[in-house]
T-cell receptor, first 115, second 115 residues
Framework: AQSVTQLGSHVSVSEGALVLLRCNYS??????LFWYVQYPNQGLQLLLK??????LVKGINGFEAEFKKSETSFHLTKPSAHMSDAAEYFC?????????????FGTGTRLKVLA | SQTIHQWPATLVQPVGSPLSLECTVE??????LYWYRQAAGRGLQLLFY??????ISSEVPQNLSASRPQDRQFILSSKKLLLSDSGFYLC??????????????FGEGSRLTVL
């Protein structure tokens, strides 16, 4: 069965420092992988996605992620954190059962940016 | 362009009372529809998904039910709420069939507090 593990429920970085949020997945088929961001009391917004092709994926707000099949990882990075990046981040994998797509989410990582 | 609307945004209900959360999608046809619940520290739990009118799949046994009376309308219901039903409920949709681009699109969420 497919699953997603996000290491670290809380991550703190200083403003201007590198952001690294970790995600490992389990999938029996080539995965579709996603990172979403959630601000308080709002829905989830797509940051970026990997489907096929280039393994380094660039998203909105300066974020990027690299699909590493050998490590079953899809870590999210941003070179320089901004105060507005403080939010909760979710990694997800798409699964397929009898032609129906379902999406499995990790438990989330709350990013805190320190001034 | 496609939009998703979810209401009410917040709801405070007594234990044992009924529940109805509604979600509609505009600008697309025959979407795949999903209800998720988000509890603190537990990520997103898939509750129901639907690939067409009247077609509902339940992921976990619980006190809730879902219905899809129209193509772009998805309703989450309960006859008698429990304290454990409190949480943040998110409706989401994806493009169905071969046109699927991979990602889920989320509504703004409904926060339910059961007292």
């Amino acid at each position: 069965a497919q699953s997603v593990t996000q290491l670290g429920s809380h991550v703190s970085v200083s403003e201007g420092a590198l952001v690294l949020l970790r995600c490992n997945y389990s999938s029996s088929v080539p995965p579709y992988l996603f990172w979403y961001v959630q601000y308080p009391n709002q829905g989830l917004q797509l940051l970026l996605k990997y489907t096929t092709g280039a393994t380094l994926v660039k998203g909105i707000n300066g974020f990027e992620a690299e699909f590493k099949k050998s490590e079953t990882s899809f870590h999210l990075t941003k070179p320089s954190a901004h105060m507005s990046d403080a939010a909760e981040y979710f990694c997800a994998v798409r699964t397929s059962t009898s032609g129906t797509y379902k999406y499995i989410f990790g438990t989330g990582t709350r990013l805190k940016v320190l001034a | 362009s496609q939009t998703i609307h979810q209401w009410p945004a917040t709801l405070v209900q007594p234990v044992g009372s009924p529940l109805s959360l509604e979600c509609t999608v505009e600008g697309t046809s025959n979407p795949n529809l999903y209800w998720y619940r988000q509890a603190a520290g537990r990520g997103l739990q898939l509750l129901f998904y639907s690939v067409g009118i009247g077609q509902i799949s339940s992921e976990v046994p619980q006190n809730l039910s879902a219905s899809r009376p129209q193509d772009r309308q998805f309703i989450l219901s309960s006859k008698k709420l429990l304290l454990s039903d409190s949480g943040f409920y998110l409706c989401a949709w994806s493009i169905s069939g071969l046109a699927n681009t991979g990602e889920l699109f989320f509504g703004e969420g409904s926060r339910l507090t059961v007292l």
